[in-house]
């Protein structure tokens, strides 16, 4: 998705109390840079421009566009931006959850979700694990939640996942995989559309 250039934790956590109270003002779009308005205040964030030309034709071929939505800030913040962006396609999105049982607030952030999904009027789709899985690894995660989003996918028509993601997830990456031994390929950030497994990612 929209990868947020610049998007720092502050101000998503003001955007995201702004707007779920109705007081963030329409944001100006040019381009790929989007201008809010919170308070009074104006901000810039810097969307992927070829994300969102994914997200936007499939959208306007009449598929249906999935959030990936664990309940942190980056992918609240992903979700109803997208639904701020792209408001006349709401009822084309649908926001995929999944617990993974790793946390104590793993049910919690399932609950948090689903409720905000309602409120927003968006499906809300989930999986889980089948049993407390505190001691995987990432990478053990990451294949459950591809299984997860394959099958969901499938099942709900999804031509394109959007994933929450900033500046500091891509250098994160990068250094996860020098640190493995990646050669100049694999030390490549994430890309702002990539195709896995008969999938389409927007981040």
């Given at each position: 998705m929209p990868c947020f250039g610049g998007v720092c934790g502050v101000f998503k956590a003001q955007y995201?109390?702004?707007?779920?109270?109705?007081?963030?003002?329409?944001?100006?779009?040019?381009?790929?840079?989007?201008d809010f308005c919170i308070n009074d205040r104006k901000f810039c964030a810097d969307f992927e421009k070829s994300?969102?030309?994914?997200?936007?034709?499939?959208?306007?071929?009449?598929?249906?566009?999935?959030v990936a939505c664990s309940?942190?800030?980056?992918?609240?913040f992903a979700l109803?931006?997208?639904?701020?962006?792209?408001?006349?396609?709401?009822?084309?999105f649908a926001v995929l959850h999944f617990n993974h049982k790793a946390r104590e607030t793993a049910e919690?952030?399932?609950?948090?979700?689903?409720?905000?999904?309602?409120?927003l009027g968006v499906k809300f789709v989930s999986g889980a694990?089948?049993?407390?899985?505190g001691t995987r690894?990432?990478?053990?995660?990451?294949?459950?939640?591809?299984d997860f989003f394959?099958?969901?996918?499938?099942?709900?028509?999804?031509?394109?996942?959007?994933?929450?993601?900033?500046?500091?997830?891509?250098?994160?990456?990068?250094?996860?995989?020098l640190c493995r031994g990646a050669g100049t390929a694999g030390l490549s950030a994430p890309a702002p559309v990539s195709r896995l497994g008969g999938m389409v990612f927007a981040r």
């Open positions: 995201l109390v702004a707007l779920l109270r109705g007081s963030v003002n329409r944001f100006d779009c040019n381009g790929d840079d989007m994300a969102m030309d994914e997200i936007a034709a499939a959208l306007r071929g009449g598929a249906r566009v999935g309940g942190g800030a980056d992918s609240v109803l931006a997208m639904l701020d962006i792209f408001g006349g396609f709401g009822g084309s919690r952030d399932e609950r948090f979700v689903r409720e905000l999904c309602e409120r694990a089948q049993t407390f899985c690894t990432e990478a053990e995660f990451r294949e459950m939640r591809l394959k099958t969901a996918c499938a099942a709900e028509n999804i031509a394109v996942l959007v994933q929450g993601h900033h500046l500091g997830d891509a250098a994160e990456t990068v250094i996860m995989r």
